[in-house]
Each structure stands twice: as structure tokens, then as C-alpha cells.
């Protein structure tokens, strides 16, 4: 993951030029974000307001480019480093560039931790990885950090450095003019927003009360086993799920299908579906 966010001047660039020639290619700038849709994503609608006129962002073309990019890690270890090593403690005397990295690297290693639980257990190295917007050859940290150990807030990490090939999305974005009135930019937002209108639906009273009780206020879900049960089946269908939605047993991890917007019952709602093997 790439974790260090791109330079505010990368992506002025970018929005210049998408402005100045209705489309720009960039690579891992998510300027249109994605919601989960089972094994896959889906493309959110995106917006742009710019001296008073609106604007719709879409994917106009996407790819995956393999490269070779330089990964930094922190790996948290137990034992207390020998008398011998080099450890750096803070304040770190390393560049801006380096301390960001250092920074989301020590970051990494507690990400998803809620302070009560327990630690975070990772499968792989959380590594911070040199995107084509930070410098690698200007860093100190790559290919050999000048520290062997890391001594941050009472614990020791062990400093990594990789060379990793990586799958990088490339993007192409487009832009069009919408309106220059707010009042037509909302009608316009609403009907790219809103999936479908489910008062108009024709839903039976079945389907309606497993959306009911996922609008509920407690527990704020509807629940199920498989398979699904008709009334569940024919709201899945109403909000566009069900026709990529595989039996349970074809998936092996969780998926998630998210941010289903529909007008219902006179107030605007936002569904996920949660499908736990």
C-alpha cells in the first residue's frame, strides 16, 4: 500500500489538466472512490464545484501497470534490540519526505487497533510503498535505513526495506459540466445518487419488512441464514444486488456490497448487504 498521500502540487497538476483538456491520466489518485460490491468495486458518483460550476468526474478508462517500487516497514518485536545495534528514537533526524514515511510505516502496524481488543495480528509486513511521487533515491531510508531498530512510545520495531513488484492502477478520468446553478447541480446529484425510487417500487409487504427492520433504529440490521428467504430475495433484487450476488458457499472470505442509495418511505436511505461464509 502506498499509505503517504500524494503532494497537494501533484494533484493541483492533475485537476489542472483535467479542467484544461477534459481528462487526465494518473496513477493510484483515487479522485473518483470505489464502494465494495462483493469480489469487485463499483464506481461512487463524483462531483467537482469550481468557480461556481458543477461537475461530474467519471472513469473514462482504468488498467493495472506492474512496477518495481521500493517498500519501507516497521516490524514490532518483543525482545529489547542488542546493546550493539543502531536504534533511532525521536525527534528523528531524517527529511520531511523520510519522516512521513517513517511516520505512516509506525502507523501501519496499528491500523484497525481499537486500543481495547487487543493488538492488530497481520499475515504480511505492513510496508510503506514509494509511489512515483515520492523520491526513492533521495531517501535515507531505502535501500538501507540507517537504523537497524526503532524505539517509539516504549516498544522496539525492527526497520525493513524490500524492493516489491506491485500491481499500480492507472486511471483515466473525464469531466463534464453539469450546471452552473445549485439548484440544478442537487437534481442532477439525486438522480445519480439514488439507485432507485422503492415507493414506486410495487414491493410486497414481505420485502418491506426486511427493509423495515434493517432501517430500525435497534438493532439497525436484518439478518439471515441461507439460502435467503423470498422476501429477502425480492429486496436484494429491488436494490440491484442479487444478480451479482453468488450462493454463500462460492466464497471463501466476506464480502461486502455497499452504499445501495434509495428513496423509501419518504426519506433517503443508504443499504449495505454483509455476506459472512
Not at 472512490?33 to 482504468?62: C, K, L
Not at 543502531?86 to 528523528?92: D, G, N, Q, S, Y
Not at 429486496?235 to 442509495?261: H, K, Q, S, T, W
Amino acid at each position: 500500500m502506498t499509505r503517504v498521500d500524494f503532494a497537494t502540487e501533484t494533484k493541483e497538476a492533475s485537476l489542472s489538466t483535467l479542467f484544461e483538456t477534459g481528462s487526465v491520466t494518473v496513477k493510484q489518485w483515487p479522485l473518483v472512490g470505489r464502494d465494495a460490491w462483493g469480489t469487485e468495486t463499483r464506481p461512487r458518483p463524483t462531483f467537482i464545484e469550481r468557480d461556481g460550476t458543477f461537475y461530474e468526474v467519471r472513469i473514462a478508462d482504468e488498467r493495472v501497470l506492474e512496477r518495481e517500487r521500493w517498500h519501507f516497514a516497521v516490524d514490532r518485536i518483543d525482545e529489547t534490540p542488542p546493546d550493539d545495534a543502531t536504534v533511532a528514537r525521536p525527534p528523528f533526524d531524517l527529511s520531511d519526505q523520510d519522516q512521513r514515511v517513517l511516520d505512516a510505516a509506525l502507523d501501519a502496524v496499528y491500523a484497525g487497533h481499537d486500543g481495547f481488543l487487543g493488538d492488530p495480528e497481520f499475515d504480511e509486513l505492513q510496508t510503506v510503498e514509494f509511489h512515483h511521487d515520492l523520491d526513492a533515491d533521495a531517501s535515507a531510508l531505502v535501500p538501507s535505513p540507517p537504523f537497524e531498530f526503532v524505539e517509539y512510545e516504549d516498544e522496539y520495531f525492527r526497520a525493513v526495506a524490500e524492493r516489491r513488484t506491485v500491481d499500480v492502477p492507472e486511471w483515466t478520468y473525464a469531466i463534464s459540466e453539469i450546471a452552473d446553478r445549485r439548484s440544478r447541480f442537487d437534481e442532477y446529484a439525486r438522480a445519480a445518487i439514488v439507485d432507485r425510487d422503492f415507493d414506486a417500487a410495487g414491493l410486497s409487504a414481505g420485502a418491506r419488512g426486511v427493509l423495515d427492520d434493517a432501517l430500525a433504529e435497534d438493532p439497525r440490521r436484518y439478518e439471515e441464514g441461507a439460502p435467503p428467504s423470498d422476501e429477502l430475495g425480492e429486496a436484494l433484487d429491488a436494490l440491484g444486488i442479487a444478480g451479482d450476488l453468488e450462493p454463500i458457499e462460492r466464497y471463501d472470505d466476506r464480502v461486502d456490497f455497499r452504499n445501495v442509495v434509495v428513496e423509501y418511505r419518504d426519506g433517503i436511505s443508504r443499504f449495505d448487504l454483509i455476506v459472512t461464509p
